[in-house]
């Protein structure tokens, strides 16, 4: 798509260089070109959720069995229109997580605010092009959306951290508070999280404004290496230092346990 052919600094080449700049720079050169079905069902999710009006020419309801000749037949001329094609269990597990969204009290007055969706923010930091797309924003709040496995206080705090959420909403709120176009002063970064299974409880979680801050340091500290990355051409694929070795907690614990007769 159009975001994804622009060339700059965002979100995921930054948590590609969490693992290495070699990393970074084999994804740049070989992009994904085929998403996974968990991806499909949450591009047709945020669909339904932020831009309804266009869920039907994105998507469609795989309706034939593509091991007969008709079902090829039918499955050709779907993929001729880039139609991207949901089963049937997908097609109605988006179509009640949506509805669970919209009709959340908590969530919809906040999506209600936020009338920009799935819009591209370009902006420039010390001559490096940066992009993000957030989900949705308005005057004072930015959303993202998440279609998730569980979404309850017990378990989302991990997924937050294993995604770099955080990172992505302060960097989001950067680009938007650094486009001279919008002019916008970002303050409450939310994300949505729904359910993947029944009844698809809906979450709806505030970053604090600490958390925001530790982004915010992260992000900075990994936006010097790739600038330094395109300054040097240098794309290293080792850490540059001896790393000391440790056992996990748990290792460690079961070592310090002691018997008695």
């Not at 085929?34 to 932020?50: N, Y």
């Not at 002063?185 to 979450?203: G, K, L, N, T, Y």
């Not at 460690?252 to 007769?261: C, H, K, L, R, S």
Request: net charge negative.
């Amino acid at each position: 798509n159009e975001y994804a052919g622009i060339d700059a600094c965002s979100h995921s080449r930054l948590e590609d260089l969490r693992r290495s700049a070699a990393f970074m720079r084999f994804r740049i050169e070989h992009p994904d070109t085929e998403s996974t079905p968990a991806q499909v069902a949450g591009q047709a999710f945020h669909a339904l959720v932020l831009e309804p009006e266009s869920f039907a020419a994105r998507f469609v309801l795989k309706s034939w069995d593509a091991r007969t000749k008709e079902g090829k037949a039918q499955r050709d001329a779907s993929e001729a229109t880039g139609l991207k094609a949901l089963d049937a269990d997908t097609w109605d597990c988006v179509h009640r997580a949506a509805d669970a969204i919209r009709l959340d009290e908590t969530a919809k007055p906040i999506l209600d605010r936020c009338p920009s969706r799935e819009r591209s923010v370009l902006w420039s930091h010390k001559g490096l092009a940066m992009k993000g797309r957030p989900d949705a924003f308005g005057n004072t709040d930015i959303i993202d959306l998440k279609l998730t496995k569980d979404a309850m206080e017990d378990a989302f705090p991990r997924f937050l951290a294993n995604n770099g959420t955080v990172r992505q909403l302060d960097l989001y709120r950067w680009g938007l508070e650094s486009n001279e176009k919008d002019g916008l002063s970002v303050r409450a970064p939310f994300v949505i999280a729904v359910m993947a299974d029944q009844p698809h409880e809906v979450r709806v979680y505030r970053i604090p404004e600490a958390l925001m801050e530790e982004a915010g340091d992260e992000n900075a500290a990994l936006i010097t290496r790739y600038a330094e990355c395109q300054r040097t051409g240098k794309y290293p694929a080792g850490s540059g230092a001896i790393i000391e070795a440790s056992l996990p907690r748990w290792a460690t614990a079961e070592q310090n346990v002691t018997f008695g007769d």
